[in-house]
């Protein structure tokens, strides 16, 4: 297996690609346990849940007419679900470079504003699911 690292990662949101801002993106997969320990039982015991995925971004921020706060702003205002995508890198889809999409919506508060005096305007967003994840490699 080839090590691999992160130099460019893909993320598009309601088909609009915004991989040039972005500065780290954490993309989680997994099922929720249900515990189902009962009286006797020594150790909890959980079975397997619901699926439940998360997108957790950082994005250079851009609040010119027309760009990323402004097409941003509009989606977690209307509460709505998007599509969105995000790839390690923005090479074509590969069996060493997969597609992950599904339809998906913001995540608490979302930053408007947020930074230190000096530092670069970013922000931090996280994505939920509204419906299911899939992989894809070509």
Do not use: C, H
């Not at 998007?82 to 930053?111: C, Q, W």
């Amino acid at each position: 297996m080839a090590d691999s690292w992160v130099e460019k990662p893909y993320l598009s949101i309601n088909a609009v690609d915004y991989s040039s801002k972005v500065r780290s993106v954490k993309l989680t997969f997994g099922r929720e346990p249900i515990e189902k320990t009962a009286g006797g039982d020594g150790t909890r015991i959980n079975m397997s849940g619901m699926k439940n995925w998360q997108i957790d971004v950082t994005l250079k921020d851009d609040y010119a007419a027309a760009a990323m706060d402004s097409a941003l702003f509009t989606l977690a205002d209307a509460g709505t679900a998007f599509n969105i995508e995000v790839r390690p890198s923005t090479d074509a889809v590969s069996t060493s470079n997969p597609k992950y999409t599904g339809s998906a919506l913001f995540s608490g508060p979302y930053d408007l504003v947020s930074g230190s005096v000096g530092a670069l305007a970013e922000k931090t967003i996280s994505f939920v699911p509204a419906g299911a994840l899939s992989r894809a490699t070509a």
